[in-house]
Structure formats: structure tokens, C-alpha cells
């Protein structure tokens, strides 16, 4: 029965998963939960609208909101089976805050509401653990005096350290029982001290005053100014989730766990994880004890473990994925305190997607966008050679797969900085915390020392798709000598060694590591994803090597082939660099004719590989200098010649070569004499070019292959400019036409990179085939970014400090350089409706950009040959999600 | 009487100006001359309806073309006198293409048609000359042949060449009258042995020839090309006009001349000009004979001087604007050849526009829009001291004002070459043709020995506004030694001279140059502009001086305010080092310390100059190794150190600089570390800055003076970046409010200069008081053009080769980087509605720039102070054009 006015207070059996504008996110969860029947220890919640009503009652109870939490409670006792206050069997329940958008700054969980003097003992009886009662009642009054009363948390941490020190020991579990009830004491006796109270026995007056806490803090600065800056509305407000306490550490028909409704490594249909009799959820988490493989629960605690059994079955079926449930037994009572969907690998998502299709459990569709396609992108990272034989020094847990070689680091910054710099390193710890996100992002792969399969490391590692060792017993990290011993061996800082995720292995030094082969259920799933995709999915190559490899992984061509890489080849080099430094036209041409044959056979073995499908290949594009030596080392080795004598023979051509390169240096490389603009006042580099591309094209016409080249050119920012660069190309193809008598099918097309592309496209597109977005280039002229500055010396601050929300270079920036696409794709089919559209940047591979490249109508994405599997999925979720 | 069919063919006297469609764009001013009652040689027109004709005819004259032209060749014989063919006294006439829209490719002017071995003796008596006669014979057959009769022009000149070898003269006009009847013999014979028929000898058919020619010139493939390009419709086609040729040496009652109807110099209401008695235009052109004043006409031909000097009047009224006259005397009839807006100096152009208004000629708003704004620019030129006493080496004639100082060159490649790199040249030459353009636009003045006032490089120097001395006899110009000898003196090239175009006087090495005082037309004027304009003038000024400066021109305060520049200062760069090489915060705090008096006080004395107007301050914009030493000049420092063990006590410290310095160097700075990106990493520097600004701001707050700092935040690409940026000011600001008492009237806003911030304009307005356009980085951002490297490597080539329309960091692209500031505009508007925005790159005060802003709407441009009066007057004149 419902007192009078309005309703404020819920049983969680009253309300459902969709009711969060008044039970809160947190609540309505709960709600759900209990309404599938899940045995969720009960509890109730108070409205958002009792919220409300208290702040604009001036912090008032609203009218009814006592009498109505009186009448739950009593319900909460009657089916529980505890009561409040009873020195016995005593009710403890938790209190929570919880909005219907999760928020920062609100009030914090407190637990054991309702310990009192005379519970506390009760429960001792009950549990039998003094320490852990007592400590518990000490995390209490600490807790709510801290939230509730005000009284600054750092008061009670010196007690603690007091006795902490007097005892000699150095973590909190240490501590005595005797020297907890002492705590305890003495917590009391401050609370009186700071607050001229004493602390509150009365649970339901704790009860009343956590609930006043929790609407308090909806109005403290952080909740204001989070909610100004994220646009949340002020009248929301928060709703107040009271829920009975359950303890596994009431004897042997008790006990605590975490699993998982199947492998998380693996995706293998079978329960996977552990458990411990007679404990509490945290003795799980923190390590303390070793914890149990479930399976042992059914030997143990059968009647539970057969209900929990059902349980995950029923909750797969209800979510439709895997499930990661954390549960409670209490004297042979299952309780289910929080299920979730289970963080998988990469591998265990695709095996699990595929395998709930086949159980007809899922759509493919809802299969396709289970899957997240960053993770996959980390299944075909490398694996270690079988065929190498190796030493393992030292075994620990498999916790994510795939292997890994680099070079010791033991702290994250480090990690950071270094991985940053491009140098492949793995973070060796005891054991990592939140604060080590930033490190295991940059790092190969990770290493520690303690924790289980889902220790921080392990569960972060996975997300990740990164290779992780945990709980390498073996492994004795020193941070301050800055080494470790593994197994016999000391390895310093600096030195490399290599992890094994799907094994557990630790090796010193390199390993060789091979390239994975796509599974089974990946290829069939990624057939999925082809049927579905709008977007054509093409490879970034340069050899015809990654030709092949963008072939094996689904590539439809090429979409962006660097000429310029070819030009770096030790071989090649030094007559790339007498064709830069020609004094004179004829000069030049005497090196592109050497050039030619070269270029030609490049060329022809990438269209070789990609027959039938387009090859676009880029002219070349960056600044002559690149290629020359550098001017500081030059004036060196002068300098050094003149002061010391020797080698003089050799002062004249080095004055003469640095006077060249000088000529050639630039202020601002990435803005300056490069891409089109060398084409158009070096025509004669362009036309070997081209003729190398139409060359290679006959001959493979001439021999029957099939080819599409698509010549691009790179940094068109008038049309003139690739109006007058077309014309080269496309007399040189004339040519080339004439004199083999092979008609070629080719196109030329422009990259958008500079912002004024983008704008006047419809000028462009008038002599393009085909537009391809460099959006790496875009990015730092939309931004004003130089990529090799801004990201070592800024970028990343900015995305630490959310002035960024993502580093643009990594996931397209869709407000900003987003529009110019936009812009380019509406401007340029105004002139050319069927013009062909792609993206050939570093976004190409990355999913939240292949969603924007769908929305904005693109042909397709091109990307580096290891990401075409994860594109190709993208571009089926963005399909599925966009229609 | 009219033939059957379509009229084809109209006599000067029955068209008008505006039949351009049908006359072509000559043929309608010929017509408008002639209505207008001048005197102009009679002629007609064939219409361009003719032509199109002829073409669909596949070559045919067209029905009664012929007849109609020969009706009108009848009239006009009548009219004049004289008879085609006629031994005696014949008609000679000149044959001309013109279309609608000027183009280039078209068939030549063809002169003296109606020559032959008759009339040319008949024209002999008629002169007395037989040389000129017989050389205008040459001439006529040489030219008719190579346009008419398809015989290359290059043979003939292998005849002329012969015989001036024989004669042993150089130039053409010194071959024999008896040489020049054997070589018009030869020309004849050329023509028969090249086409196997005999020149034609009747004058009729000559005419008809040349009329084909004409038609068939519209169908070159110059001229498909060119339309093509410029989209000029295929079917305008062109007219023909044939005009009576007279002959101002036909003795001493004949002559011809060129005038101005006011002075082209200094504008004073007087006729000027030049005039030859019994001698032909090019004689005066030629400069073969030195001309006398047009004075000396009223002497000598009194009747024709009475009628030129009505006439003068006439077509200023006419036109409303000086005119620029050609004119031959026949026998005592004037016959006005040509008549156009007359070319003039800035001074000129506005006393001319001055008086005008002030005779009731033109209306205020015309006056204004007839002022070239670029030109009035360099009135503000410098001029040389009065109060210097300087040795006057040698005069030549004033031929455009103003004085300049700098280095001599002789060729205009190197001259181009020397000022883009920044240095101050005189180019010296003999005389000036248009292919030493591109030399006078980068000199700082033009010194000629040879030519009068309306030389080649007094004209185009007027119409530069350059300083210029022409027909300097004092001056021997030896370019291949490249030297010139000047009165007694011989300056080699390098050495530095000084000229004053306003008295013709030449200086030996530099002289004190002092700034312009504006004249009182040109304040009036720039009076006008004011009532007239929407855009304020602002300017960019970075000293107290050039506050100054900008007040006294007009500015109505300070659009940019370059902090950086304070800190290049001599006696603070130090401290800056010291500054930006901090190791810590506190040692950087020290140093700021000390810069935040000498900013405030550099802040105080320009806010006080601009009292009552804004000042808009950008904070640090540049990378900070600016202000620090070369790293290439410290290694090779530190090298010589080690290898010669000098001064090894510094091998410590210069090392430690290097490294620091190498930490700091960035791969393209432009887009590297600078603006809001060090605000936001090294907030104490912007802190301190402010903090500058707004004590500056009390002080004079205090003292009564009324300031209004606005503060602009360099570079920002993101809303968050001002936000955060704008959060510190304000912080600031409100310290120093508390601390001082004073309230402080300050913005805060930001520059709009990369792309992201247009494209993002509404949510960064959100955060600005103002937007202000920095165009020249934006440029560079939107084409992805380092100015440093793109105005040296390719740019030049770009415009000179008509990929780009003009330098885009000099006049704004407007169909590219416009469009952004368009964007810009409409998005930050849309949140703001008032929001101020105003642009101050250098295109602030660029008149074609200037015009887009006012379309745009923006509310003000700032631009250097000497260009502030070119602004007022161009933005009174964007909205004269636009409304």
C-alpha cells in the first residue's frame, strides 16, 4: 500500500530497464534485472522526482518520501529475512546515487549502511571474521562521514596510519582486529570532535541522511559544471538506489566469484571463471587469496552452481551476448550482483558472434555489429614462428593473445614517450592501475608480475587487443634499479625481450614472428560483411608484396600506391639524387632515363598482383630535399675539413652539394615545392611517371592481364593545376597507345588534401575522374597541424586535457575536416554525379571514420593491408547502423 | 542607298558606343567618336554579322558584302578627297580586326593599304619624302603578305637586312631612299617566287583580301584556344574597320602630337603634351625627333590648336575624365586618331577627380570611384628631405614623383630577383619595353637615359606610382661591363643611388627620405570616402610611432597589435631566451617578471595614442626558437671548439644551449608549436601578457584616459582552445580590476587564420567578442602554401604562367580562402548576430580584397598605416559598386 501524494520510492520488482528517467540508469538496471527474475538482492529505489521536489523544497524532504522509505524498508526486511538494527541478523543495504546519465562528482557508493555498536557484533557472530566485520565498520563510518557529515577523509587515514605504524605493518589488511576496534573508537571520537555529534547509531537515521547526501550532491560544483559543460539538463536529478548487502564469507555454504558465460580468450562455449569459497567479492579482486576455477563451485556449492548455470543461459538469451556476471552466495543463496557484457579478445568476439548466429540466438546483422572491428584489427597481429625453436625463461598467465617483442620499459610515461617516438616497447609491472592506460596503449605488449585472467592488466590488455603475460610469478620487477630478474636472468631497462599472450611465455630477446591467418569464423563472418557494405574496401600498398597481402584480406584494389618509397631504395637513391641536383634539363633527363625502366617494373609487378581491380598510384609527391643529405652535417664535414686538412680533395663537391641542398631546403617542407607543384615546374619527373605506369600497363595488356591503373595527383589546390597535369599524363598515354598499339584504360584523378580542393571541387572535378581525400595531409592544413610537431610536442596534451577529444590524425576529425569532405563530395558531383570518391588517408582503417566515409557517400576506403579486414566490417556496421 | 539584303557594312557616322555586338568593341568607339562631333579620319565598319556569315559560307564573302563595301569605300572618298588608285592624291586606309571582347591571336593592323607602284610615287610628291614613303610601301607590302598571303615574315626581313649591311647602318630608318625602292623591287619578287603570283596592285582588291584575312584570323587556333579557355562564345565573331589613313607629314601645314587635357603629373587644369611639326606619330613615339610643348602648336598651326583646345574641353565633358589624345594635322584639318582616359599619377588622378567635382563634371560618389586606390598608395611614398643639402649629379625629366634610394641593377631579372628578396633597387636602364615589367614592379624607381615624359617607363611608372627619372642624357648605361657612368661619376652595379621623380634630380648613394604630407584635395576627398563607407579602417601597428602614424592617416584604431615584435628588441631578447630555456616553472616565472613591466609599459603608450578607439593586442603567436639562436650555427661552434680546444670554458653551456635549441626546432613551424598552442602549454607566458595589457589599461584608466584593449588569441582551430584561452584572460583581467579599482572595457576574441576555425565559426563565436580574419595565414593554410617557400619557388611561376589568377598573398583568393571567410561570417553570425569581424592580413589593404570584405559584410580591415588612406578610399568605393 502506497501512502498518500505522490510515489517516490520503487521495489526494484516495480519498475523495468526502460524506466530511467525515474529510477536512473543505475536503477532501472536493477529493475530489469529483477524483472527477468534474476535473483538480485532486493532493494528499492528513490525517485528522480523526489530528487527534484527536495531542491525546490530548499533541501527539504518532500512531503511522504519518509513514510514511503519506512514502508519499502519494512518490505525489504520482511523478504530478506533481516532486520534493521537487529544485533542478530542484522539488514545492511548499500546506497548509491545513480542519474539517468552517468555523471562524475556524485556522491560515492557507501556500504554496510546500518552497522551500528551492537550490529557489528551480530555480525561478527554471524561471519565469524572480526577483522573483516570491524574493518568493514571502520570503511563505514569512514565513508559516511566523509560523504555525509563532511568530516575530510585524510582525518581518518592518519588514524589508521597511526596504528598502521604502531603495528609495523604496511597494507590495510594487515591490521588487527584488536587494533580495528580501536580504529573504530577512535573514528567515533572524531566524528564527535569534528562535527559536535556523536556519529549516528540509528541505521535509519543513517539511512535519512545518506539519502539527503546523495540529493546534495545532484547541486555540488563538479555535478554543475559537468552538466553546464555537457548540456545536461538541471532538472534530471539523480534517483537513490537502496540495496540490501549480501556476504560470501558466512561460512562454507558461502562464497563470491566472477564468470563468464564463455571464454573471454577464447570464445569457447563453457563457463570460465573463479571463485572462492567463504569470501567476499574483494578478497577476489584484490588478490589476497588465490581464487578457485568455477568449475570447483559445483563441487563445493552444487545447488547454486546448478542455479547459476541456468542463470547464464538465461542471460544469454536475454542480452544476446555473452554475459560477465558477478555473484554472491549467501548461506546457499545465488545472489546476482551485477551482469554485464563480457570484455572479450578479438578472437573470443569473432567466435562468439558467429557461434550465436548458428545458435540462432542472433541476427548477422546483430553479429556484425557485436563485433568491434578495432579489436579485430589486433587478430592479425603477428604471432611467434612454430617452427623457431626458443627458450621460455619464465611462464605466466595467458591474458591476451598474440606475441610480442621490445624493449623493457618499466614505467608508463616512459612507455608512452618512447612507444611515441615509434620504438616498439613492452611495460614490464608488479601489476598496473588506471593510471598505466596511457603506457599500455603505446606498449607492444605487457608483462607483470601479480594478478590473475581478470587482473587489471589482463581485462585492459584484451580491450586493447595488445599481447599480456600476467601474473608472471617469475618475474621480479626492481623499478628503482630499473631492472627485473626473469626466471635466472637480469634484464635491464633498454634490453628486449618478448611475450607470448596466447601462451603465457616469456622469452629474452627478439623472437621471429609470423603473420596470423584469419579463422574460419572470421572469414565467414567477414563474408558477412561484404554482402552487407556499401564502401569498397581498398589497400594502401607500395611493393608488391603488400599488394599481395591486400589481396589475401579482401582488397579491392589499390587505392593509394606512394611512388616516392620506390625513390628511397639503396640503388636507386643516388640516381634519384644527380636527377635532383641537374644543373640542366638534359642532366635531369639522363637520370629519369635510368629511372625508367626501374619505375616500370614496379609498376608492373603491383598491377600484375591487383589484375582486375583499380591501382591508384600517386606521382611523386614529396619535396626534393627529403631525398638529399642533410645541410647541418654537411657544414659539419666542411667545417670539420677546412679546421683539421684532410680529405680536401673532397671540399669542392661537398661546398658545391651544400650550396645545392640549401637551394632546396624550405622553411615549411609539408607547405611547400612538392606534390603537383613539382610536376608542373618539373614536368619532365611526371612524365617519366607516367610513361613508366602506361609502359607497365601495355606490356600486361600485351600479355593479357587485365589492368586498371588510376594515375593520382597529389596536392591539387587550383583546378589549373590538374587540368595542366591531366594533359601531360594523358599525352603521354597517347603515346605510349601509339607505340604499343595497346589501348590503356586508365583514369587520373586528384587527392584532396589542402582545404581549397575541398572548397572549389566543383572546379576541380571538371578534370578528375576520381577524387581520393588525403585526409592526413587535410587534417594538418584544416587544423593548422604539422603532424611531426603537434603530436610530440602538443597533441597529446591536448587530448589529456579534452581540449581534443580524439588526436585527429588517429580518428577523423568529422566537424571540422568532416565539412571539407562534405563539401568536396556535394561540389564535386554538382559538376561529375558519378564521380568515384575514396579516402586514402590513415583514417581509411579506422571504424568511427569508415562510418563518416559512409554517411558522406563515399566509393570506398583504402587503407594498409593489415586494417582491410577491420574496414570491411566497419563498413558493414556502418551500413547496418545508417542504412 | 542600301544594297539588297542584310546591311553589312556601317559608316562611322551611323553607329554608336553601344553596338559593340554588332560593330565589335573599336568599331563602336569609332562610331561613338564620330557621333560625338570629333573629328576622327572617316571610315566603316564591317559588321561581325559579315564575319559569322562568311564562316557558315565556309569561306564566301557573303551576298552583298562587296557591293556595300564598295558603296561605302565611294562615300568615303567623297568625304575625304582623295580616290583609291589615285596616282595623284589616293586614299590610303588601314584595315583593323575587332570583336566584341578584346582578343589576342587576331589578324594585325595593316597600314597604308592602297599603296602600289602608282600611288606610292603620287605620295612621294605629296610629302616630299620619299624615304618615309617608300619605307611605309615596304612596310605595307611586308605586312600584307605575311597576314594575307601566308609569306613569313622573316624572309623579308633577310632583304632588310641585306641592305642595311650594304649601307653599313644598324638601324632601319637610316636605309637610303634608294636602297629602300630596291628593296620594296626585291619584296615584290619575294612574293611572286612565294606564292607564283605578283603582289596585288589593285587597291580594291587589296581591301577585299584583307577583309578575308580578318575573317579567317577569327578562326586561328590562337584564337579557339583562347575562347576556349576564357568560355567567349565561338560565334561572336569580329568585325573589320577600315579607316582613312592621314598624314601629318604633308609639310609644314601639317603635323602630330600627343595631349593631355590636364596634367598627367600633377593634375593642374592646362593642356600638356607633346607635338612634332610635318612629322608622323611614330616619329613622337620613336623618339627620333625630340618633340616640342604642345604650346609651340599654337604657334605654328594656330586653326587646328584653336579646334584641339575645344575639343579638349568637349571630351571631358564627354567622357568626365581627363582624356589622353592622339591627333595628326593634314593640311591644316585636325584629325583626332585617339581618345582615352589619360594615364596619370596618384597626385594627379586626385586633384583631377578633386576639380572636377569642384567644376560640377562629376558627382562626389564618381569622383571617388575614379581614383585607382592602389595608386593613391604611393603618394604616401617617401620623399627626399628639403632640408638636406645633397649634390644634384645629373637631371633627367620628372617623370613619375616621388624619391627612392637603392641599389643599381641594370636588367629586370635581377631586379625582380633583388626585391623579392626583400632589397631596395633602382633599375637603370637605357629605356624600358614591357618586358622589363615585372624588373619596375620590384624596383624602388626607374631611371632611364633615353625617352621623354610619355616614354614607355614614364608611363608605366606613373601608373605604378613609382619614382621615376626618364631621358637622363647625363646617364651612360653599360650593362655588359655593368657599370654606368652618371654625370662624372661611374656607379657600379650594387652601388646605391638616389633619384626624385618629382624634379628629375639623380644622387649619388642614399639620401634622408621624410614621409608625405597628405594634400588638402586628398583629405577632402578621403572626407568623402568616409561619409561614403561601411568598413572601418583599422590599422596594424606595433609601436607607439606607428600608432601615431595610423591616427594621423585616418586608422580608427589598431587592428593587430604583434606582441612577438616587443620581444625581438635588443635589450629584452635575452631575457625572452632566458624566458623560453627554463628548465622549471619558477625560473621561467622569473623572467616573465621582469618582461611584464616592459609590456606594460609598451602597451601603455600605444593605448593612450588610440585613446577612444580600440586596440586589439595578439598575444604570442610565433614558435619560440624564433628567438633563439641558429642550432646548424651553434653544432658547427661547438665543433670548432672541440676540434681547435679554443675556448673550451663555453663547450658546456653552448652544448646545453644546442640541445635545448634542438628540442625546440620543429619540422614546419608554421604549423608547428605557436599561437594559443603555447598559451595553453605555458599559460604564465599569456598570463603575464594580459596581465600587461590590463594594468596598462587601469593606469590610463586611472589617469582618465579612455582605453578599450581587446585581446586576440593567436591560431586557435578549436572552440575549447578560446575558451580555455578567454577563461585565463578574464581571470586576469578581474584581478587586476580588484586590485586596481578601475573596470576594465576589454574583448576578448580571437584571429580566424586555419580553416578549422571558419569551418567551426559557430561554436568558436560562442567564446569571442570578435573575429578577426588573419588572411595570410589563413592563405597559407587553405592552399597549403608556405609563403616563405612558395613565394620563392613556384608562386611567380604559378601566376606568371596563369595557374593562379595573382598572387593570393597579395589579393585574396577570393573563390578559395573567400569562401572561408564567408563560412566564417555566416556560422559565427548565426550564434552572434552583432559579432564583430574585421581581417588583418596584408590583404586589409589590397582595394580587390577591400571590395570582398564590404560583400561580405564584415565591419572593418585593418592594414599598415600607409595604407590606411587606400583603404578608406577602397572601401568607399566597395560600397559606391555594391550598395
Sequence with gaps: MVTEGKKYVYAFAEG???????????????????QIGLPVPPGFTISTEACNDYISLDGQLPQGLESQVEEYLKRLEDEIGKEFGDPNNPLLVSVRSGAAVSMPGMMDTILNLGLNDETVEGMVTLTGDKRFVYDSYRRFIQMFSDVVLGVVHYRFEEILDKYKRRQGVEYDNLISSENLVKVVKEYKDLVLAATGSAFP?????????????????WQNDRAIVYRRINK???????????????FGNMGNDSGTGVVFTRNPSTGEKKLYGEYLLNAQGEDVVAGIRTPNDILEMGRELPIAYEQLVGLCNRLEDHYGDMQDIEFTVERNRLYILQTRNGKRTARASIKIAYDLVTEGKLSKGEALLRIDPNQTGHLLHRNIDPNASLEVVTKGLPASPGAASGIVVFCADKAEEMGNDGQK????????????????????????????????????ARGLGKPCVAGADGVKVDEVKGLCVVGNHTVNEGEVISIDGATGSVYLGPVPLIDPELSHEFQEILCWADLERNLGVLANADTPEDAQKARDFGAEGIGL?????????????????????????????EALQQLLPIQQGDFYEILKVMAGYPVTI????PPLHEFLPNPTELSLEIQKIKLTGRNKEELHDLEELLRKVKNLEEANPMLGHRGCRLGITFPEVYEMQARAICQAAAKLGQEGVDVYPEIMIPLVGHYRELEIMRELVVQIAEKVEKETGVKLKYKVGTMIEVPRAALTADEVAVHADFFSFGTNDLTQTTFGFSRDDA?????????????????????LDQEGVGQLLEIAVRKGRTVKPELKVGICGEHGGDPSSIDFCHRTNLNYVSCSPFRVPVARLAAAQAKLRNG
Tied chains: 1, 2.
Design 16 to 34: 523495468n530497464g526502460k524506466m530511467k528517467s525515474i529510477l536512473g540508469g543505475k536503477g532501472a538496471g536493477l529493475a530489469e534485472m529483477t
Design 425 to 460: 616497447v613492452i611495460l614490464v609491472r608488479a601489476e598496473t592501475t588506471p593510471d598505466d592506460i596511457h603506457g599500455m596503449v603505446a606498449a607492444e605488449g605487457i608483462l607483470t608480475s601479480r594478478g590473475g585472467m581478470t587482473s587489471h592488466a589482463a581485462v585492459v
Design 201 to 217: 547509531m540509528d541505521p535509519k537515521e543513517q539511512l535519512l541522511l545518506a539519502i539527503r547526501a546523495v540529493f546534495n550532491s
Design 618 to 621: 600517386r606521382l611523386l609527391d
Design 561 to 589: 600506391c606512394r611512388t616516392e618509397h620506390m625513390f628511397f631504395a639503396q640503388d636507386r637513391l643516388p640516381v634519384v639524387q644527380s636527377m635532383i641536383l641537374s644543373e640542366t634539363k638534359s642532366e635531369r633527363m
Design 232 to 246: 545536461i539538463p538541471d532538472d534530471l536529478g539523480t534517483a537513490v538506489n537502496v540495496q540490501s548487502m549480501v
Design 791 to 811: 603530436e610530440a610536442k602538443f597533441i597529446h596534451e591536448y587530448v589529456h586535457r579534452k581540449i581534443l577529444p580524439e588526436n585527429p590524425f588517429v580518428e
